[in-house]
Structures are given as structure tokens and as C-alpha cells.
């Protein structure tokens, strides 16, 4: 490991400064066996944890390669200030009462949180400061415990590799340390407020350490995008992968949802489309994330999402396959050849399948285990699972269980591929068995549920590591100012220089206007009131007009609703209805969202998200994950949409914001008819927002 936390990391000398917590540090770092100096710095104690206690930081012997702050936030202000002027390392910031508490900067106390770090900032300078507000870290690996509290993890063999986790939340990573799950910790890191040393820092500097073999992040926020781009590209020119547990799936809506995209998105289908985009898997649960990395430590990324599952029950078999719906996993069917392995053993009365339950009819006989063990394993799956509980030890006995560890252990060795012993439930897998199978190559998970969705995760980043790197996210400069709607003429005046099909038009200003607009473009047609956002809400249109009468009584109606009048061709041989979307995403560009459109693009909430620039074939993949999918390809034989049509519209979305950058704030086309194949896809609604004033 090389760079500007390198000693805050892996220290030789520590300084701990403060009274309680800093002696709480002194009972990790003993209890971890820190072979290092260790410094208590207090000038009203004599000594700290048997160690002799120095007046001032300026009193130590020598400067420090990580320290412990552990006073009130003025005085952590002072001690930040000698610790950067002796040379320390760095330093963990534990007091509270900083940035943390500056959400209403109209209140001096707010106010005073943000002024005091400030100060903080200014104090340590180049030094590197973990925190304020959080506990610290831990070094498993070389027993640094820069941690007031209790902990729960073990000493790791330096020469062992382990995972590391970077958290915002401090009292998060007390409970991730008390796992019993067989899981090897390197390193635990929290960021409290990021207010110089950031979760991305962090973990760029714990992927320089060859012995982290899986990195996981538990955020609330992004603190750098740019250097989170940089993460991922080093997790994976190192082959180190990445999973995050990114917090805000049940954030409200936006309040400025002058868009239906706006709606749709909310703040968290830009994280989600960030992390899929850089190859960083997402779960949704602290035991997810934490069996998503042992199956990483274990096994790495998985090159694909083809699994097979083992058990001796029917109803086991059931509920695995069961929960892995919804999901990209496939329980693919058995190849011949392992049939003709599984039959050879199991004999006739057990249906060879995908899951397999392999019944008791060779319960406790190794041999005939391992051989039908092996025929499954051997049959190209990217992971297969054993589902297996073992009873209680402290009252039953586990002799009867031990022949199918030791069978499903040699079947891998004679075999090959990658195995996962499955418990059903946390408490049917001790953990010094699971710690064992870590160091055999068996990743033990916990948790049916967990085990595919850990599978899934280390599926997903395969696929991501197997194509090429992504590209940077679409520059996007932010916009000042108010931001204003075009009226629907003008909004598809501009879309349809860009290359996007709306219908046949005409503004009108009165109603005779709007009369001899139809009567041009051919009945039927659609009315509009124009300068309003949502039409159809107002009841400021009216459709499928067929004669100039019904479209002079429109025009009479909707006219004092709004600033005139549009007149369009209604767009016949429509299959599916979409909508397409595009939405600023301060920090990342612009968000492309894919979805179920018309008047129920909000009730279904069938969408997806993509960053931009994004390429037609990222766009296909994004179609073909919608639950409305089967509609565009034909469902119970109706006309296939124009799937092609479809693909082209929402990449000429993608060169429109790049041209309209500058300006566009967002833009909804809703409802997108998609006609039937090889007749296009046509924008019947748009509304477009921009903000005139720009600064880069």
C-alpha cells in the first residue's frame, strides 16, 4: 500500500489523545495485539492502559502515524492543529457537533457546527483526518484498533486475505463487526462526515492493499463521483470487486415534479444507474451485503448467472426456486451427461432436475454422495449451492451431517467449480464451521434468500468486468435561474431537429385557425391547449376528432385554458405506449429513463434508468428488463412493436441532451406510441424544460 493514508492505515505508532474513549482504543488495540508504540496523551491522568501519559501531543516522543481524538469538538479543533504540525499520519476525529448539525444554518447553533469545521479543516491541513463524528477504523490484519468501543472482529494471519468495509455510520460498523457469519474482516473504516477524507479516498486506498480481496461500501451519499469512477476502474484493473449497500431506495419523490420523469426517477435511480454502470453491485440488506462479500472472498466474480442448487427435500428445492424469482439467475436444466451421473447414483426413483432433490435414499453414504455431487458440479455451472442445515449442537448430534460436508468437500476437489453451502436459517450454520469452509473455498451463506441475491451480485459483476470499461458520464454544467417550460409547439419544433418523430402539427391562435389546421392535416386529429405542463390533468385536450365541428366545439373549450391552440394528426397502429425521458442529475449528467407510458406511467412505475452516454446496446437491455416488455415483442400473438423505432428514439434522446447540455434541465415524451414493426415510434406528447442562464 503506497499513498496519503498509507500510516494512517497501517500505523507503527499511535497517539491517543482524550480520557475514556482513548483508553477504550488502548484496549482494542491490546486486545487485537498491536505490536506497535501506543501514546496516551492526557495531561490530568498518569496512565492510560498501563501506559504513561504525556502532557501535550508536543511531549511525545516522536510524531505519530495515527492518532485518536477523542475531546470535545473546540479542543479536537487545537489537538488537529499540533498533531499536523509534529508530522502525524493522520487522525480520527470522534467529536460530534461539526457539519453534521449545519442543516438550518438560520439557527447559530447550526450555523456554529458548520463555522467549527471549518476550523477543523484549516487545523489538520495536508494531514489526513477520518471524520468528525465517527469511531474510527480497524486493521485486522496488523491489530491497529482505532475504536473507542467494542468490537467484534478477530486478528487476521497478516499473509490472509480478507474484505474491507468503508461506512459512513459508526454504530453500522460496530454491528458489522459482531457477524458470526464465517466472514474474514481486513479492514473496517467509517467516514462520519467526510469532511476531508472522504468514502472514496478510503477505498482507493484500501484497494492498494493486495490482501483485500472484496470491498464493500455502505453509504448514504456520493462524496465524488469523478473519484468513485476511479474506484471502480482500480477495483477492477486489481480484480478486486465491489459491492455497496447505498442507502435512499424509500426517499420521497422529488418536490419539483413539474416532469412525470422527475416522479419516476427520484433521487435513487441515478445512484442505481451509477453503481450497474461502474460494475459496483447493489443489495439491498446488511446480511445481503455481508454474504455478497464472503461469496466474493471466496470465489470472486462469477463469470455468469447459471446456477444449481442441491438438497435432499422437495419442499428445500421449492423455496430456492421460488425465491430466485424475479431475479437473472437461471437454474438451467441438467446436461445429459449429468443425468446419466445423478441416475447412475440416485437410480430411478428421483427426478433429475434443476433444483435437485436428491432425497435420503443415500443419506449418510459418502461415497454415493460425492459421486452424485460431482456429476452436478461437473456439469459447467457458474455456482452451485448445497443446501444443508445442521441441527443444534448443544442438543442434538451432528454425526449424521458429517458425511455430506465431507462428500460435497470432495466432490469439489475431484470436480471442480464453484461451491456455496446454503443454510436456511443464520442459527443451523455455526460459525467456526463457516470459518472453515472460507478456508477450504466453500463460502458458506446464510439465508436462502441471501445466498441468490449474493449470486446474483457476483454474477452481475462479472458480466460488468466482461465488457469494456464504461465511459465518462455526459458533462453536464449546472444551469442558474428558473427553470421554464417550452409550450408543446415549441418543445416538438426543437425535438424534431433532432431527429425525433412527433406528429404532423399545427399552433393556432384562434378557432377558426385551428379549424383549417385539421382540416389540412386530415381528420382525425387531436386539440391542445398550449403552455400547460400536464394536459391531461387540466382536461386541456381532447382526442380523436373526426369532423371541423367537433373540432371547432374543442377549440371553444379549450382555448381560454391556455396560450393557443395545437392541432395534430392523431398517430394511428400504436402497439405499446412508453414513455422516455430525460432529467439533469446534479453530479452526474443526465438520467434516460425507459418506461410504461400514458396515463399510467406513475401507477405502474415500470421503468428503467440509464446515465448518459448510453449505448443501443445498453438501451435494448434497459427495454428488455421492463415488466411490459413482452407487450413490445408480440404477447399471445398481437402485432410485435417497433422495437428498432423505439432504440433510435431514445438514442437520438442521448445526442439531444448532449447538444441542449447547456440548458436543458428535463423532457418528457408521454406517451411514446410505438406502432407496429417497421411503422416507427412517434412522440405524441412533450414537455421540455430549460433554464436560460448557464455557469459552468
Given at each position: 500500500m503506497a499513498g496519503r493514508l498509507?500510516?494512517?492505515?497501517?500505523?507503527?505508532?499511535?497517539?491517543?489523545?482524550?480520557?475514556?474513549?482513548?483508553?477504550?482504543?488502548?484496549?482494542?488495540?491490546d486486545r487485537l495485539g498491536f505490536a506497535g508504540e501506543i501514546w496516551p496523551v492526557n495531561p490530568r491522568r498518569a496512565e492510560i492502559g498501563g501506559r504513561p501519559c504525556f502532557a501535550s501531543v508536543d511531549a511525545l516522543p516522536g510524531a505519530p502515524d495515527a492518532a485518536f481524538v477523542g475531546v470535545e469538538r473546540r479542543k479536537t479543533i487545537e489537538v488537529a492543529a499540533a498533531l499536523a504540525a509534529r508530522g502525524a499520519g493522520g487522525a480520527v476525529g470522534y467529536a460530534s457537533g461539526f457539519r453534521e448539525t449545519a442543516q438550518d444554518l438560520e439557527n447559530p447553533e447550526s450555523r456554529e457546527g458548520a463555522v467549527l469545521q471549518a476550523a477543523l479543516l484549516e487545523a489538520a491541513g495536508a494531514m489526513?483526518?477520518?471524520?468528525?463524528?465517527?469511531?474510527?477504523?480497524?486493521?485486522?490484519?496488523?491489530?491497529?484498533?482505532?475504536?473507542?468501543?467494542?468490537?467484534?472482529?478477530?486478528?487476521?494471519?497478516?499473509?490472509?486475505?480478507?474484505?474491507?468495509?468503508?461506512?459512513?455510520?459508526?454504530n453500522i460498523a460496530i454491528t458489522l463487526t459482531m457477524q458470526r457469519r464465517g466472514l474474514p474482516l481486513a479492514y473496517v473504516v467509517t467516514a462520519g462526515n467526510q469532511a476531508q477524507t472522504g468514502v472514496s479516498e478510503i477505498a482507493s486506498a484500501l484497494l492498494e492493499d493486495p490482501r483485500v480481496t472484496a470491498l464493500g461500501l455502505h453509504i448514504e451519499g456520493f462524496d465524488d463521483v469523478a473519484a468513485l469512477q476511479e474506484v471502480a476502474a482500480k477495483a477492477?484493473?486489481?480484480?478486486?470487486?465491489?459491492?455497496?449497500?447505498?442507502?435512499?431506495?424509500?426517499?420521497?419523490?422529488?418536490?419539483?415534479?413539474?416532469?412525470?420523469?422527475?416522479?419516476?426517477?427520484?433521487?435513487?435511480?441515478?445512484?442505481e444507474a451509477l453503481l450497474r454502470r461502474l460494475g459496483i453491485a447493489r443489495v439491498d440488506s446488511l446480511p445481503g451485503f455481508l454474504e455478497t462479500l464472503k461469496l466474493l472472498h471466496v470465489h470472486g466474480p462469477l463469470p455468469g448467472f447459471d446456477v444449481a442448487s442441491m438438497s435432499c427435500s422437495g419442499g428445500e428445492a421449492a423455496l430456492i426456486a421460488d425465491a430466485a424469482l424475479g431475479s437473472r439467475l437461471r437454474f438451467r436444466p441438467l446436461s445429459a451427461r449429468a443425468k446419466d451421473g445423478l441416475g447412475a447414483v440416485l437410480g430411478p426413483r428421483v427426478t433429475l432436475a434443476n433444483p435437485l432433490d436428491y432425497h435420503t435414499y443415500v443419506w449418510g453414504d459418502e461415497a454415493a454422495m460425492t459421486a452424485a455431487f460431482a456429476a452436478l458440479l461437473g456439469d459447467g455451472f457458474d455456482l452451485s449451492l448445497l443446501l444443508l442445515d445442521l441441527p443444534r449442537g448443544d442438543r442434538c448430534g451432528l454425526d449424521g451431517w458429517r458425511p455430506t460436508l465431507r462428500a460435497f468437500e470432495a466432490a469439489l476437489a475431484a470436480a471442480g467449480g464453484?461451491?456455496?453451502?446454503?443454510?436456511?436459517?443464520?442459527?443451523?450454520l455455526p460459525e467456526a464451521l463457516a470459518r472453515a469452509l472460507v478456508e477450504k473455498?466453500?463460502?458458506?451463506?446464510?439465508?436462502?434468500?441471501?445466498?441468490?441475491?449474493?449470486?446474483?451480485?457476483?454474477?452481475?459483476?462479472?458480466?460488468?468486468?466482461?465488457?469494456?470499461?464504461?465511459?465518462?458520464?455526459?458533462?453536464?454544467?449546472?444551469?442558474?435561474?428558473?427553470?421554464?417550460?417550452?409550450?408543446?409547439?415549441?418543445?416538438?419544433?426543437?425535438?424534431?431537429?433532432?431527429?425525433?418523430?412527433?406528429?404532423?402539427?399545427?399552433?393556432?391562435?384562434?378557432?377558426?385557425?385551428?379549424?383549417?389546421?385539421?382540416?389540412?392535416?386530415?381528420?382525425p386529429v387531436a386539440v391542445?391547449?398550449?403552455?400547460?405542463?400536464?394536459?391531461?390533468?387540466?382536461?386541456?385536450?381532447?382526442?380523436?376528432?373526426?369532423s371541423a365541428e367537433a373540432v371547432r366545439r374543442a377549440a371553444e373549450a379549450l382555448l381560454p385554458l391556455g396560450r393557443g391552440l395545437l392541432v395534430e394528426r392523431m398517430v394511428d397502429g400504436g402497439v405499446v405506449e412508453m414513455i422516455l425521458g430525460l432529467q439533469r442529475e446534479p453530479g452526474l449528467g443526465f438520467l434516460l429513463?425507459?418506461?410504461?407510458?400514458?396515463?399510467?406511467?406513475?401507477?405502474?412505475?415500470?421503468?428503467?434508468?440509464?446515465?448518459?452516454?448510453?449505448?443501443?446496446?445498453?438501451?435494448?437491455?434497459?427495454?428488455?428488463?421492463?415488466?411490459?416488455?413482452?407487450?413490445?415483442?408480440?404477447?399471445?400473438?398481437?402485432?410485435?412493436?417497433?422495437?428498432?423505432?423505439?432504440?433510435?428514439?431514445?438514442?437520438?434522446?442521448?445526442?439531444?441532451?448532449?447538444?441542449?447540455?447547456?440548458?436543458?434541465?428535463?423532457?418528457?415524451?408521454?406517451?411514446?406510441?410505438?406502432?407496429?414493426?417497421g411503422r416507427g415510434a412517434i412522440a405524441a406528447d412533450a414537455l421540455v424544460r430549460i433554464r436560460e442562464e448557464t455557469h459552468d
Open positions: 498509507e500510516r494512517l492505515l497501517r500505523p507503527r505508532s499511535i497517539a491517543v489523545i482524550g480520557g475514556r474513549e482513548a483508553e477504550g482504543v488502548v484496549t482494542q488495540c489526513p483526518l477520518l471524520g468528525p463524528n465517527c469511531y474510527g477504523l480497524i486493521n485486522y490484519l496488523e491489530g491497529v484498533a482505532l475504536w473507542p468501543d467494542e468490537q467484534g472482529g478477530v486478528r487476521l494471519d497478516p499473509e490472509a486475505g480478507g474484505v474491507a468495509i468503508v461506512t459512513q455510520s459508526s477492477r484493473r486489481r480484480g478486486t470487486p465491489v459491492v455497496a449497500m447505498k442507502l435512499g431506495r424509500s426517499a420521497p419523490a422529488r418536490l419539483a415534479t413539474a416532469t412525470h420523469t422527475a416522479s419516476l426517477t427520484g433521487s435513487d435511480a441515478g445512484a464453484r461451491g456455496a453451502l446454503v443454510a436456511t436459517l443464520p442459527e443451523t473455498g466453500v463460502a458458506p451463506l446464510l439465508g436462502i434468500s441471501e445466498a441468490l441475491a449474493a449470486a446474483e451480485a457476483a454474477a452481475a459483476i462479472g458480466a460488468a468486468w466482461s465488457g469494456p470499461e464504461a465511459p465518462g458520464l455526459l458533462a453536464a454544467p449546472g444551469c442558474a435561474g428558473p427553470a421554464t417550460s417550452l409550450d408543446e409547439a415549441a418543445a416538438k419544433a426543437c425535438l424534431r431537429k433532432g431527429g425525433i418523430a412527433v406528429p404532423d402539427g399545427r399552433a393556432a391562435a384562434e378557432v377558426d385557425e385551428a379549424v383549417a389546421a385539421a382540416e389540412a392535416l386530415g381528420f391542445k391547449a398550449l403552455g400547460l405542463d400536464h394536459k391531461t390533468e387540466a382536461g386541456a385536450l381532447q382526442l380523436d376528432l373526426g429513463t425507459l418506461g410504461a407510458g400514458g396515463v399510467l406511467a406513475e401507477v405502474l412505475r415500470d421503468t428503467r434508468t440509464l446515465l448518459l452516454p448510453a449505448g443501443e446496446a445498453e438501451i435494448r437491455a434497459a427495454i428488455a428488463g421492463l415488466g411490459i416488455a413482452p407487450l413490445l415483442a408480440g404477447y399471445r400473438g398481437g402485432s410485435r412493436a417497433d422495437l428498432e423505432a423505439l432504440v433510435a428514439m431514445a438514442a437520438a434522446l442521448g445526442r439531444f441532451a448532449e447538444d441542449r447540455a447547456a440548458d436543458l434541465e428535463a423532457l418528457d415524451l408521454n406517451p411514446v406510441i410505438v406502432c407496429a414493426e
